[in-house]
């Protein structure tokens, strides 16, 4: 599924926050502690009664996120989404 320009956009955002964060230890820190002061320094905000929360990832050490459930779905279409969901190859380092 094409990504709309918008979330392209917040997907470049993103990136730039990413990219702080391994630059500039002080920022890093600030992104864990307070994500929603660090991500307003990039000008991203997170919407009233939403929490953001940043963990790090290391080398052997890996998470997944489980989106929310979709609503009043069936077990087959569950299948069909997290299929596209899922599109990209995921690989967890041996």
Do not use: C
């Amino acid at each position: 599924m094409a990504q709309s320009p918008q979330g392209q956009g917040e997907q470049r955002q993103l990136g730039r926050v990413v990219a702080q964060a391994w630059r500039d230890e002080a920022f890093k820190q600030r992104l864990l502690a307070n994500p929603q002061a660090a991500l307003a320094e990039h000008g991203m905000t997170v919407p009233e009664g939403h929490e953001v929360r940043v963990v790090e990832a290391t080398e052997r050490v890996h998470y997944l996120v489980l989106p929310p459930r979709p609503g009043d779905v069936s077990d087959d279409q569950l299948d069909q989404i997290a299929g596209g969901f899922m599109g990209q190859d995921v690989h967890i380092p041996q």
